[in-house]
């Protein structure tokens, strides 16, 4: 049996219209011979506003919704959010099985539960612990068409969890994992992984193929066609992943993202990232003793937040400059900007043990004078990512000097083996992006939008 897994996110299936174009996907594979498994994600901005609502009976403005969403604010309780938010995705998966079926094909909507996906007892942002594939292949062996509701899972205990936000991204690729299929599609409104945004920069050159890091550092820095836990799953189990345009025809070949061995392209970057909805938090005045990281972090892991990029510097004094380290150090981290407001008490709390424990003259402790907690918002981060800056020099100063020479100050560096980053003030962001794409000389031919008199893009199709 060959298996493909075609995943459609929320603005692929936004309405009927497109829902029967998505529908049509999967009835030319199966035409084809294949069995197929569709994955939706909730309809249109259905999502944001299951969160606005949720806000409301809250009693907090609607800007409060990405916060719920990444488990910030006690009004509303987690369990009870995963089980709105959950029903998103159930509307899309029973419209789009009527829609197959109106179509002359039997297809049958599974909740994320029926599916037999399990996850952790983790509400909001829980990961998928294993996925018994039984019925959904009892399901393909009848001819049918499984429509599987992504983002979502069941705990052990029967309780309706959701994976966050890009989770039906996960969803496909661990269900194809799971099911031993040939390929896991994922249809979206771009027509694959391009070196930028192209509606940032017009002339962003669309890949035929990319590596599983190389995606997997993008979509963490902020490119947005794939969930960074998506392409890990995807290269763990080895599924290869596809991304095309839900709403062209077949012919199209999108972008395979899979191993190093299987990408023949030889280049240095591939893709430059922008990440913005950045937020920092600097305390001063801790001590510079073990521990106080320990101390620092602890809790925002237990709570499953994802800390970025950490800077630790040795503060002196004229006193302390001659005479060896200092007793005190700033820390600095940043977070998804819509993890601080549960970020923040959390640093608060930490400071206030340490500064208890100073007190008492043990532990790691703070002495003479409290830590001072600030917190930035106007920030972004501009990526360079390529496997071929493993054994390539200069990559560094090539992407630093087209900063320098627009006029953009670098307020701190980080790198890993395939990637340089820099954290920019969010004005400079998009500028940054250009400037950056074009030194390395990843434009395309044509460009695929146009901007307008005040700088904004509008899309070329």
């Not at 995963?82 to 009527?98: C, H």
């Not at 302390?320 to 005190?328: A, E, I, V």
């Given at each position: 049996m060959q298996i493909v897994v075609q995943k459609f996110g929320g603005s692929s299936v936004a309405d009927a219209a497109r829902m029967r174009t998505c529908a049509q996907r999967a009835i030319d594979a199966k035409r084809e011979g294949?069995?197929?498994?569709?994955?939706?994600?909730?309809?249109?901005d259905t999502t944001d506003e299951l969160l606005d609502l949720a806000a409301q009976v809250a009693g907090e403005g609607s800007?409060?919704?990405?916060r719920l969403q990444s488990g910030g604010g006690g009004a509303v309780p987690r369990?009870?959010?995963?089980?709105?938010?959950?029903?998103?995705?159930?509307?899309?998966?029973?419209?789009?099985?009527?829609?197959?079926c109106r179509m002359g094909h039997e297809a049958v909507s599974l909740t994320g539960a029926q599916s037999g996906i399990l996850t952790e007892a983790v509400h909001t942002r829980a990961k998928i612990r294993s996925i018994g594939p039984e019925r959904l292949m009892r399901e393909l062996?009848?001819?049918?068409?499984?429509?599987?509701?992504?983002?979502?899972?069941?705990?052990?205990a029967g309780e309706t969890t959701t994976l966050g936000r890009g989770g039906s991204d996960t969803t496909a690729v661990a269900l194809a994992a799971a099911?031993?299929?040939?390929?896991?599609?994922?249809?979206?409104?771009?027509?694959?992984?391009?070196?930028?945004?192209?509606?940032?920069?017009?002339?962003?050159?669309?890949?035929?193929?990319?590596?599983?890091?190389?995606?997997?550092?993008?979509?963490?820095?902020?490119?947005?066609?794939?969930?960074?836990?998506?392409?890990?799953?995807?290269?763990?189990?080895?599924?290869?992943?596809?991304?095309?345009?839900?709403?062209?025809g077949t012919r199209q070949s999108g972008t395979l993202i899979c191993g190093e061995r299987d990408v023949f392209e030889s280049r240095v970057i591939s893709a430059v990232a922008l990440k913005s909805d950045i937020g920092r938090v600097t305390i001063a005045g801790l001590p510079n003793r073990a521990g106080v990281q320990r101390e620092l972090f602890g809790p925002i892991a237990?709570?499953?937040?994802?800390?970025?990029?950490?800077?630790?510097?040795?503060?002196?004094?004229?006193?302390?400059?001659?005479?060896?380290?200092?007793?005190?150090?700033?820390?600095?981290?940043?977070?998804?900007?819509?993890?601080?407001?549960?970020?923040?008490?959390?640093?608060?709390?930490a400071v206030e043990r340490m500064v208890r424990v100073g007190a008492h003259g043990d532990g790691v402790g703070v002495s003479g004078g409290d830590p001072a907690i600030s917190v930035d918002m106007g920030l972004v981060k501009v990526s360079a990512v390529g496997v071929g800056m493993q054994s390539q020099s200069g990559v560094a100063a090539t992407m630093f000097k087209a900063l320098a020479d627009a006029g953009i100050k670098i307020q701190n560096i980080t790198t890993s083996e395939i990637k340089i980053s820099c954290l920019l003030a969010e004005a400079d962001g998009k500028t940054a992006l250009r400037v950056v794409h074009d030194a390395f000389g990843l434009g395309g031919e044509e460009d695929r939008a146009t901007r307008d008199a005040s700088g904004a893009v509008k899309s070329s199709r």
């Open positions: 294949k069995s197929v498994v569709v994955v939706v994600s909730a309809m249109g800007e409060a919704g990405p369990r009870e959010l995963d089980q709105l938010m959950a029903t998103g995705e159930q509307v899309s998966i029973a419209l789009m099985a009527m829609t197959l062996e009848a001819g049918r068409i499984p429509v599987v509701a992504g983002f979502q899972g069941m705990t052990e099911l031993k299929a040939e390929v896991c599609e994922i249809y979206t409104d771009v027509d694959g992984v391009y070196s930028a945004d192209p509606r940032l920069v017009p002339n962003a050159r669309l890949h035929d193929r990319i590596t599983y890091d190389e995606m997997m550092e993008a979509a963490s820095q902020g490119a947005k066609v794939m969930h960074l836990r998506a392409v890990e799953v995807g290269k763990k189990s080895g599924v290869p992943i596809r991304v095309l345009h839900s709403q062209r237990e709570h499953g937040i994802s800390v970025d990029d950490i800077i630790q510097n040795e503060v002196h004094t004229d006193a302390t400059r001659l005479s060896g380290p200092s007793d005190k150090c700033t820390i600095a981290f940043t977070v998804e900007k819509s993890d601080l407001a549960e970020v923040r008490p959390l640093v608060e709390r």
